[in-house]
């Protein structure tokens, strides 16, 4: 039974450029949601994708956008990358409204 | 807005030893849901052990268990046996239901000293 993969594992982008980052929900699962983690502090949620929707957003930027495809793998692009970006970004998978979150290996972004 | 407390940033503890990392949320809702994550340095997070608020009964997963206190609003994991492999940041979280997001605290780092 596959857990939760994300693509890729390390990324190295300059300021003002583009990123997507990739996530495969874990086996039976529908619901994606992606998470930011800066150094040293727990994660903060960015958005939920459910039904190929966004159905909850956290406090980011319109430059942190997402989508989410009819396998329910999901991409989070973020354009015109600042130094703030640089963070560890996990993505978690659940079932439907259930309330358990399982979590990838994450994505390190560092923007130079 | 629900808010999740970790007061210990760090904390060790001797192996075989048992330990107790604190946790103190603040909500309004009546049913909700509690998880403990650990974070080793390998940066996976992984689920290690959940509550649900309507169940009175404190939940146990082999040597991890939570105290639950809904009135007090306190939900302290206790990891009995201390293992190496225990080292790691612990985030306490809240969920209210499955589509909301999860509110993470700052989390605690467990040093297990052989």
């Known amino acids: 039974d596959a857990g939760v993969t994300q693509s890729p594992t390390h990324l190295i982008k300059t300021r003002g450029q583009q990123v997507t980052l990739r996530c ?63 963070a560890l970004y996990l993505c978690a998978s659940s079932f439907g409204a259930g309330e358990t979150q399982y979590f990838g290996p994450g994505t390190r972004l560092l923007v130079l | 807005a629900q808010t999740v407390t970790q007061s210990q940033p760090e904390m060790s503890v001797q192996e075989a030893e048992t330990v107790t990392l604190s946790c103190t949320y603040d909500t309004s809702e009546n049913n909700y849901y509690l998880f403990w994550y650990k974070q080793p340095p390998s940066r996976q997070m992984i689920l290690v052990i959940r509550q649900e608020a309507y169940k009175q009964q404190n939940a146990t997963e082999n040597r991890f268990s939570v105290n639950f206190q809904k009135a007090a609003k306190s939900f302290s994991l206790k990891i009995s046996d201390s293992q190496l492999g225990d080292t790691a940041m612990y985030f306490c979280a809240f969920i209210y239901s499955g589509n909301t997001p999860l509110v993470f605290g700052k989390g605690t780092r467990l040093s297990v000293i052989a």
């Open chain 1, 24 to 86: 495969s929900p874990k086996s039976g699962h529908d619901t994606v949601s992606w998470y930011q983690q800066a150094l040293g502090q727990g994660p903060q949620f960015i958005f939920q994708y459910y039904e190929e929707e966004e159905r909850q957003r956290g406090n980011f930027p319109d430059r942190f956008s997402g989508h989410q495809f009819p396998n329910y793998s999901s991409e989070l692009n973020v354009n015109a990358l600042l130094l703030g970006d640089s």
